[in-house]
C-alpha cells in the first residue's frame, strides 16, 4: 500500500485566501521534500526539509518537518492563479533508500 | 528547462507497434529513472539506474525494456503495449541515490497513448 499519504486530495481555494496541504507517513522519514507540477507540465524540485521541527520559508509558502518526522505540512498564504497545480510531498522512509512519493493534492484558484 | 531533455514529447502506438523513449541529462548527475504517471494516480517508479547499473525494476511488465548506455543517456522500449499503459512516462535524474543528495530533476515527459 501507499506508505506517504497526503491530504487533501483535491483543494479549491478563493484567490487571496490560505491553504495548507498535509502529508503524512506511517513510519518515520529521514527527510521530505516538495515538488509542484504545474497542469500539463512535470514535477519541480521545491524544498527539502531534514530536521525534526523544521520550517523553511519561500516567499508565500511555509513548509514545515514534524517533531516526529512523520508528517509535513505545506501552508500557502495569500493563494494567486499561480500556485495552481498539484503539490506532491516525498521521503526516506528509515532504511529504504527509495524516494516514497505522496499521491499528490491539486490546487485549483477560483478568481 | 531542467537539464533533463525527453523525446518524443508525445506519441501514439498501436498495440503491435515498437518504439523507444530517450532521456538525455546534462545535469553531470549519476542516477536516472523512468517514472510512470497516470491520471489520478501517484507517481510510480518503474526503473533505477546507478552508474548506468539497474538498481530498481519495481514489478515492471516485461513489455518495457530499459536500456543505460551510460549515466547521461536512458531509454525506455516499449513493445506490444496495452490501452492501460496509456499515461505519462517521466524520466528523472538525481546527483545521487538515496540519502539527502537525492533530489528529483524530472523531464517533461513523453505523454503516450496506445491505440
Known amino acids: 500500500g501507499q506508505q506517504v499519504m497526503q491530504i487533501p486530495q483535491y483543494q479549491h481555494v478563493q484567490e487571496g485566501e490560505d491553504f495548507t496541504t498535509y502529508c503524512n507517513s506511517s513510519?518515520?522519514?529521514?527527510?521530505i521534500q516538495w515538488y509542484k507540477q504545474r497542469p500539463g507540465g512535470h514535477p519541480v524540485f521545491l524544498i527539502q526539509?531534514?530536521?525534526?521541527?523544521e520550517v523553511k520559508k519561500q516567499k508565500r509558502l511555509t513548509f514545515q518537518f514534524g517533531e516526529a518526522k512523520k508528517n509535513s505540512s505545506l501552508h500557502i498564504t495569500a493563494t494567486q492563479t499561480t500556485d495552481v497545480g498539484t503539490y506532491f510531498c516525498?521521503?526516506?522512509?528509515?532504511?529504504?533508500?527509495?524516494?516514497?512519493f505522496g499521491a499528490g493534492t491539486t490546487v485549483t484558484v477560483r478568481a | 528547462e531542467t537539464g533533463v531533455t525527453q523525446t518524443p514529447r508525445h506519441l501514439v502506438m498501436g498495440m503491435t507497434n515498437k518504439k523507444s523513449l530517450k532521456c538525455e541529462q546534462h545535469l553531470g548527475h549519476n542516477a536516472m529513472y523512468w517514472y510512470k504517471q497516470s491520471a489520478k494516480k501517484p507517481l510510480e517508479l518503474m526503473f533505477v539506474y546507478n552508474f548506468k547499473e539497474q538498481t530498481e525494476n519495481n514489478s515492471v511488465p516485461s513489455r518495457f525494456s530499459p536500456e543505460c548506455p551510460n549515466s547521461s543517456h536512458l531509454f525506455l522500449h516499449l513493445h506490444t503495449l496495452q490501452p492501460e499503459d496509456s499515461a505519462l512516462y517521466l524520466c528523472?535524474?538525481?546527483?545521487?541515490?538515496?540519502?539527502?543528495?537525492?533530489?528529483?530533476?524530472f523531464g517533461s515527459g513523453t505523454q503516450l497513448s496506445v491505440l
Open positions: 528523472a535524474s538525481s546527483p545521487v541515490i538515496g540519502g539527502f543528495e537525492e533530489k528529483l530533476f
Open positions: 513510519t518515520t522519514l529521514s527527510n
Open positions: 516525498a521521503g526516506h522512509r528509515s532504511n529504504d533508500y527509495k524516494l516514497s
Open positions: 526539509l531534514v530536521k525534526s521541527g
